[in-house]
């Protein structure tokens, strides 16, 4: 059985993606989250493993463990397909393949320890990896793959259902241990909604027989999950302890537990791009309703049978006695149970958001839990089945019809892959000619930077470049080094002061700094980057330095001004963490600034801030004299000296003073009061001026060291 639906689930894939008319080196998506995803694929294949790559994050390499996307089981997976195929595109899609198949695999084997008959559990679990929001979202968000989720649903419904005997140390236990035990080396949405749906089961199991040894079996999972999650975690809290956390990094706030919280609307919506008339007119009111909040959410579809499966089991808590008269009604009532729990939890104004008010933010994308809905929901689906029809040969017969109907309804979900395949190809495919040309120009090892400046991870593109945008020619490349992305805040540091360089300057500190050439994204620029690269080329007689071009970039050969090239000081400054204004006398003139937070306190500061422990101070600080962005913004607690990262994007500053020169004047730091005596202190800023001639000093802010 287990072959057959393997095969079955690859034959069934190579039609939904219309296989037949598909090049596989070609990535199923290419942009926004799919790159940082493809990012951490390809440092496993290239490197063995992901934690650190040192073909990107130029000059010193990317520790990747600085963002704690810790997808663990997941690349391990990569790396068993890399052993086998080495293109990491293609590598990174057969991955994908296999999880389809592994989700399906795992989806079934759960259900049929459930107490559902193979054959409903083999239609029930097909369906499930072709799942709506696993063609939607896992295509382009590797880490929210959902082949270990039908195993924390298993064990839930088990202890939902008040009846642990039926697991409790046997084989199905075993299992589900292992299923559970992988799901904590994963990217943590999956182990934190596993743990909630297991708390939410033993209570309920609990209340309902009283069995002290269901309270036992559930705090060995759940302990399970919470120490693996631990230990997942442990070499990003190594590697923050280590570096320090990185700042540009943006904190998760309250409000985004709602933002990007689960609506039931969706759940039951058609799904997207849908081909059946009286689904598309469906699908077209609710574009005209213009609903609020219309996010990532849109992709938790259950699929038509799904949604089935989802009303019945709203129904059966509604009138319980229906229930009663199926066989394993146990079940029915625990999935019912669990799915009213996950709804609560994840819906816009749940608990989810109670939770991120009182407790923690971190999670904050509560539509996510739509998979662990999906399985309850098909796994009703197969029990109802297998209750009203007890032939044999007609439950085969209904549960084949189920199959065809809902394949054919969930295979609308592949369509925007497809449609987007051949302009994908074309894209990678002047991109590798341009990689290639590269290549064979420069010398392996060499390190190119990548022009315009944009952060990561919380890249919200510019102009006509997407989020992410700048790991594309990473990704095709072999041989070079790349300057994004800028997670640490050393490397964020240095590449914020190239980014302060007049265009002019650029070139020779950068050379200076080992850097062999300078890739413009065009696209990153509202006048397609002309004016930048009038600049950059302003010394030169010809073209000759140009060593790439497409409609999209223009590289630049820096190398040949190493040997007349200055000592990078200002650059080497910059990454070594010195603060920038040590050295030079104070400015005449005030500065113009704005101090937006210290630690939680913000404007206006009544009483003075505390600090506690490291405090993030941001802000924004320009040059009043010059009228552009400073060299460098400094905080100053008493005597002593913190250095800041500054010049991130601050659109707003530039739009309300109209001075487009004020666009990267945004400041954070972070103070560490170890050592600082408790009690009253003051901080001031000092905005080093443009040419580096002198600093503003801003007036003595009070604040107080706890």
Sequence with gaps: MIVGQSLLIAALLFVFLRGWDRDFKVPLRFSRDSLSGAMQSKSTVDNGWWWFNPKVGAPFGLDELQYPANSNADQALVWVVSRVIRDPSTAINFTWFLMVVLSGLSATWCMSKLGVSRGSALVAGTLFAFTPYALYRNTGHFWLVIYLVPFACTAALFLASGRPDRWYWGRPFIGLLIGCALIAFNYA??????????????????????????????????????????????????????RGKPLLVAEKTVAESEIYGLKIRQLVSPGLWHRFPP??????????????????????????????????LLGLLFVPRLGQKLRGHEMLTAASRLTLAAVLLGTIGGFGSLFSLLISPEIRAYNRISPFITFFSLTAVALILDSLIRSRTRRLVTALSIAIVGLADQRAAAVNVNATHKEIGAEVASLRNLVRDLESHLPADAMVFELPFRPYPNDEGFARMQPYDLLKPYLLSHTLRWSYPPLNNQQARLQLAAGLLAPQRLPRELAAAGFAAILVDRYGYADNGAATLAALQEQQADRGDVIGETPRYVVLDIRRLTSAAPPSSFLSRAASGSPASAGIAACTAQALFVVERIGAATPPFGEPPHLAGEVKVSGWAVDPVAQTTGAGVDMLIDQTLFQTIYGT??????????????????????????????????????????DTGCYYETPPQPVVVD
């Design 279 to 312: 689904f598309s007119a469906w699908l077209a009111r609710e574009d005209a309703a213009a609903f609020p909040l219309e996010t990532e959410n849109r992709s938790s579809r259950l699929g038509l049978v799904g949604a089935l499966g989802f009303l019945a």
């Design 649 to 690: 994007d601050r659109g707003d500053v530039s739009a309300h003073f109209q001075q487009p020169a004020y666009r990267p004047s945004g400041f954070i730091g972070a103070v560490r009061t170890t050592g600082l005596a408790k009690g009253p202190h003051t901080l001031s800023l000092r905005v080093v001026s443009s």
């Design 189 to 242: 949405y999956y182990a934190f909604f596993g743990c909630f749906l297991l708390i939410v089961a033993s209570l309920v199991g609990f209340i309902q027989d009283r069995t002290p040894r269901l309270l036992g079996a559930a705090a060995l999972v759940v302990a399970l999950i919470c120490g693996g999650t631990i230990l997942n975690l442990a070499p990003s809290l190594h590697s923050w302890q280590q």
